[in-house]
């Protein structure tokens, strides 16, 4: 499996930015694929997740209404459309995927993720 993130970039805050990752090396219909972000001296935290059979979507409070996650089946491709950016949105983005064992819990935690692409930094600036 290969996840391939992209779109980072330097925006002022209210800006908006689109992530990309596009994912390789299976089917992917029984997967969900997350977004995560990191800043120095935290831990890596969840920001959004997207079933990718059915496209049930799910956020964290902080990004809930600003963000947007969408999968293209067609081209293997998550994306994480990102509005109304503020400071505090700044960090290194995380692209990742699970096996959806359960078809219902979708995994919020790093640890239950076994794929990672490399990260893309965003940051806002006020």
């Known amino acids: 499996v290969q996840l391939q993130a992209s779109g980072g970039g330097l925006v002022q805050a209210g800006g908006s930015l689109r992530l990309s990752c596009a994912a390789s090396?299976?089917?992917?219909?029984?997967?969900?694929m997350g977004w995560f972000r990191q800043v120095p001296g935290k831990e890596r935290e969840f920001v959004a997740a997207?079933?990718?059979?059915?496209?049930?979507?799910y956020y964290a409070d902080s990004v809930k209404g600003r963000f947007t996650i969408s999968r293209d089946n067609a081209k293997n491709t998550v994306y994480l459309q990102m509005n109304s950016l503020k400071r505090e949105d700044t960090a290194v983005y995380y692209c990742?995927?699970?096996?959806?064992?359960?078809?219902?819990?979708?995994?919020?935690?790093?640890?239950?993720?076994?794929?990672w692409g490399q990260g893309t930094l965003v940051t806002v600036s006020s």
């Open positions: 990742a995927t699970r096996y959806d064992y359960s078809g219902s819990y979708y995994g919020r935690y790093e640890y239950e993720y076994a794929y």
């Open positions: 090396g299976r089917t992917f219909s029984s997967y969900v």
């Open positions: 997207i079933r990718w059979n059915d496209g049930s979507t």
